[in-house]
Every structure is written in C-alpha cells, then in structure tokens.
C-alpha cells in the first residue's frame, strides 16, 4: 500500500493565523481526500483533491475557509484559514487507487488554535 | 441518508478472548464497507474491504463478515492480544456515483494483559 506523509503531525497556532498541511505520497494516485476528526466523533470528508482543478467540497466546507491544491498526482495541501478554536482537530489526509480499493491514511495533524 | 452505527462504543477483554465487534447501517445499497483501527495519536490502518457482492474476508486473526440485507457487518477478532487494543472504525461507501465513506464513531478496545 502506499506511504503517505503528512505534515506537521501537531501544531499550536494562534487565532487568526492560516496553516497549510501537506500530503505527500511515494506513488501516484488516483484519489486524495482530506478529513476532520473532532473530538469524540467519527471522520468528516472535508473535500476530494482533484489534480489539476478544483476541490470538491462537501457540504458545510467553502474553499475560502478550506482552501485545497494539486497539483500532481502525490502531493496535495489543505489550508486552514483564519483559525478559530473551533477549527481545533484532527485532519486526515487519504488515498484510495480506485472505489473498490482500500482508503490509506497518513497519521494526521493534530491542530489546536489558543 | 446513510447513517452508520458501532456497538459497543468500548469494550474491554482479558488477553487470549475471541471478540466480536458489530457495526450497522441503515442503507443496503452499499457499493463496500472497510474496517479500521486507529491507535492513539495516529492515523487509520486499513484491516479489511468487503465488497457489496462479498460475504466475508479474513485476514490473520480477523474475519469480517457482511450481511447487506439486514444492514450489518462483524469483525471478529481471534485470540485477542494487548496489540490489538486500539479504535476500530467501520466505513460504509453507498452505491452510486458519490462513493465517498459514511462512517461509524468506532468501537475503543482494551485488551488486557
């Protein structure tokens, strides 16, 4: 399965600050998600990474607030912008081959805003 | 809409049990559904995929089973071992063009030495 490494794994920022978090994977493919655990709830897809053209957002995510890039086929980020204690949580980066392979993760990033 | 639930929410086992955890969802009309571990401050494993069309697959000591027409799938886990005390996450993807995975809020095992 494919290695995926995301960074930072953790980082404490300041309210009104922008972080990019980065995923990069050792071999191309063909999808890319990126999601949010909150504590004591179960994973939410922010968005699907779409190489060479915009995200697909879900519901209750905007590209302003969540803004994604990809511009190949290994690597995405995901910025989170103007943070908010509320946007304390965990993001997950994915990769899946094709819809009826497995999903793999990197270990996330553990984001908490003061 | 999809909705996807785990029973129990913890569960904690004496070393060398065979356990069973259960995840239920309300659609039938799934296309897979994957089982997960996730250990503490780290990301998710992926265990096992079972197919819409599949019954069961096995892996070493797991064996996950889906039952589509009544909405439920098990992960059994054989001779339980403190390594394997984790979070275990269940992940249904729905049939149709939007395959994106529904997910449970996990089953926290403890298994004790």
């Known amino acids: 399965s494919a290695v995926i490494s995301q960074k930072p794994s953790r980082d404490i920022c300041q309210r009104g600050t922008s972080l990019t978090i980065q995923c990069q994977v050792d071999?191309?493919?063909?999808?890319m998600f990126w999601y949010r655990q909150q504590p004591g709830q179960s994973l939410t897809l922010i968005a699907t990474?779409?190489?060479?053209?915009?995200?697909?957002?879900e519901s209750g995510f905007v590209i302003d607030k969540f803004p994604i890039s990809r511009p190949n086929l290994t690597f995405s980020t995901l910025t989170v912008s103007n943070m908010s204690p509320e946007d304390s949580s965990i993001y997950l980066c994915?990769?899946?081959?094709?819809?009826?392979?497995?999903?793999?993760f990197g270990d996330g990033t553990r984001l908490s805003i003061l | 809409k999809q909705e996807v639930t785990q029973i129990p929410a913890a569960l904690s086992v004496p070393e060398g049990e065979n356990l069973v955890l259960n995840c239920s969802f309300t659609?039938?009309?799934?296309?897979?559904l994957q089982w997960f571990r996730q250990d503490p401050g780290k990301g998710l494993t992926s265990l096992l995929l079972i197919q819409s069309s599949q019954r069961e697959q096995t892996s070493g000591r797991l064996n996950a089973s889906l039952d589509k027409s009544s909405g439920r799938s098990t992960l059994y886990i054989a001779a339980s071992q403190p390594g394997d005390s984790a979070t275990y996450l269940c992940?249904?993807?729905?049939?149709?063009?939007?395959?994106?995975?529904?997910w449970g809020l996990g089953t926290s095992l403890a298994v004790n030495p």
């Open positions: 990474a779409n190489q060479g053209s915009e995200a697909t957002y």
């Open positions: 659609d039938s009309a799934i296309y897979n």
């Open positions: 994915s990769v899946q081959g094709s819809s009826n392979q497995p999903q793999h």
């Open positions: 992940a249904v993807s729905s049939a149709g063009n939007n395959r994106k995975l529904i």
């Open positions: 071999s191309q493919v063909t999808m």
